[in-house]
Protein backbone atom coordinates (compact mmCIF):
# COMPACT_ATOMS: atom_id res chain seq x y z
CA UNK A 1 0.00 0.00 0.00
CA UNK A 2 1.77 3.09 -1.27
CA UNK A 3 1.31 6.08 1.12
CA UNK A 4 2.70 9.75 1.06
CA UNK A 5 2.54 11.87 4.22
CA UNK A 6 3.80 15.49 3.65
CA UNK A 7 4.41 17.50 6.58
CA UNK A 8 6.82 21.00 7.69
CA UNK A 9 4.64 23.12 5.67
CA UNK A 10 3.36 26.49 7.62
CA UNK A 11 3.31 30.36 7.41
CA UNK A 12 6.51 31.90 7.46
CA UNK A 13 7.99 35.89 6.83
CA UNK A 14 9.44 36.42 3.29
CA UNK A 15 13.05 35.36 3.44
CA UNK A 16 12.62 32.42 5.83
CA UNK A 17 13.01 28.92 5.75
CA UNK A 18 11.08 25.98 6.35
CA UNK A 19 11.78 22.15 5.96
CA UNK A 20 9.32 19.93 4.62
CA UNK A 21 9.25 16.29 5.24
CA UNK A 22 7.79 13.45 3.26
CA UNK A 23 7.20 9.94 4.73
CA UNK A 24 7.04 7.43 1.99
CA UNK A 25 5.69 3.70 2.39
CA UNK A 26 4.95 0.95 -0.06
CA UNK A 27 8.31 1.55 -2.23
CA UNK A 28 11.82 2.47 -1.15
CA UNK A 29 12.76 6.05 -1.64
CA UNK A 30 16.48 4.65 -1.96
CA UNK A 31 15.51 3.07 -5.35
CA UNK A 32 13.11 5.51 -6.82
CA UNK A 33 13.65 9.01 -8.76
CA UNK A 34 11.30 11.25 -6.41
CA UNK A 35 10.18 14.73 -6.69
CA UNK A 36 9.05 17.45 -4.72
CA UNK A 37 5.88 19.58 -7.11
CA UNK A 38 3.75 22.39 -5.78
CA UNK A 39 0.35 23.25 -6.80
CA UNK A 40 -0.82 27.46 -5.87
CA UNK A 41 -4.54 28.34 -6.12
CA UNK A 42 -5.64 28.62 -9.97
CA UNK A 43 -2.64 26.89 -11.00
CA UNK A 44 -0.69 23.66 -12.26
CA UNK A 45 0.73 21.32 -10.37
CA UNK A 46 4.47 21.96 -11.56
CA UNK A 47 7.26 19.79 -10.23
CA UNK A 48 9.83 22.32 -7.85
CA UNK A 49 12.89 19.54 -7.56
CA UNK A 50 13.82 15.94 -8.22
CA UNK A 51 16.85 13.06 -7.36
CA UNK A 52 17.38 10.11 -8.11
CA UNK A 53 17.98 6.87 -7.34
CA UNK A 54 21.86 7.60 -7.43
CA UNK A 55 21.39 10.81 -5.32
CA UNK A 56 21.71 13.65 -8.39
CA UNK A 57 19.63 16.69 -7.97
CA UNK A 58 17.77 18.53 -10.40
CA UNK A 59 15.68 21.92 -9.58
CA UNK A 60 13.40 24.62 -11.42
CA UNK A 61 14.86 27.64 -12.27
CA UNK A 62 12.66 29.55 -9.71
CA UNK A 63 13.84 27.14 -6.90
CA UNK A 64 17.66 26.82 -7.73
CA UNK A 65 19.79 28.15 -4.77
CA UNK A 66 17.62 28.86 -3.01
CA UNK A 67 15.77 24.72 -2.03
CA UNK A 68 17.23 21.73 -1.91
CA UNK A 69 15.84 18.06 -2.00
CA UNK A 70 17.54 15.11 -0.11
CA UNK A 71 16.18 11.62 1.38
CA UNK A 72 17.49 9.74 4.72
CA UNK A 73 16.53 6.09 3.17
CA UNK A 74 16.42 4.46 6.71
CA UNK A 75 13.56 6.67 7.22
CA UNK A 76 12.37 6.12 4.05
CA UNK A 77 12.16 10.16 3.94
CA UNK A 78 12.44 12.95 1.73
CA UNK A 79 12.99 16.86 2.31
CA UNK A 80 12.65 19.79 0.87
CA UNK A 81 14.80 22.74 2.42
CA UNK A 82 13.04 25.84 1.54
CA UNK A 83 15.61 28.80 1.98
CA UNK A 84 15.05 32.38 1.37
CA UNK A 85 11.36 32.31 0.60
CA UNK A 86 9.49 34.53 -1.51
CA UNK A 87 5.83 35.01 -1.55
CA UNK A 88 5.33 33.52 -5.20
CA UNK A 89 6.50 30.37 -3.40
CA UNK A 90 3.39 30.08 -1.40
CA UNK A 91 1.44 26.89 -2.49
CA UNK A 92 0.27 23.40 -1.50
CA UNK A 93 3.44 21.14 -1.42
CA UNK A 94 4.00 17.37 -2.48
CA UNK A 95 5.73 14.84 -3.05
CA UNK A 96 6.04 11.81 -4.91
CA UNK A 97 7.72 9.98 -7.55
CA UNK A 98 9.56 12.08 -10.35
CA UNK A 99 7.08 12.09 -13.30
CA UNK A 100 9.89 12.49 -15.81
CA UNK A 101 10.51 9.21 -15.32
CA UNK A 102 7.53 7.26 -14.31
CA UNK A 103 4.84 9.69 -16.02
CA UNK A 104 1.75 11.35 -14.17
CA UNK A 105 0.69 9.97 -11.02
CA UNK A 106 -2.32 9.12 -9.74
CA UNK A 107 -1.69 9.04 -6.59
CA UNK A 108 -1.22 12.16 -3.82
CA UNK A 109 -0.60 12.59 -0.27
CA UNK A 110 -2.25 15.30 1.31
CA UNK A 111 0.50 17.52 0.57
CA UNK A 112 1.46 20.62 3.14
CA UNK A 113 0.22 24.50 2.79
CA UNK A 114 3.40 26.32 2.62
CA UNK A 115 2.91 30.32 3.15
CA UNK A 116 5.12 33.18 2.88
CA UNK A 117 3.61 36.41 3.56
CA UNK A 118 4.56 38.94 5.79
Known amino acids: QVQLVESGGGLVQPGGSLRLSCAVSGYRVSLTAMGWYRQAPGKQRELVASITSGGSTGYADFVKGRFTISRDNIKNTVYLQMNVLKPEDTAVYYC????????????WGQGTQVTVSS
Open 96 to 107: NQDWTVYGRRTY
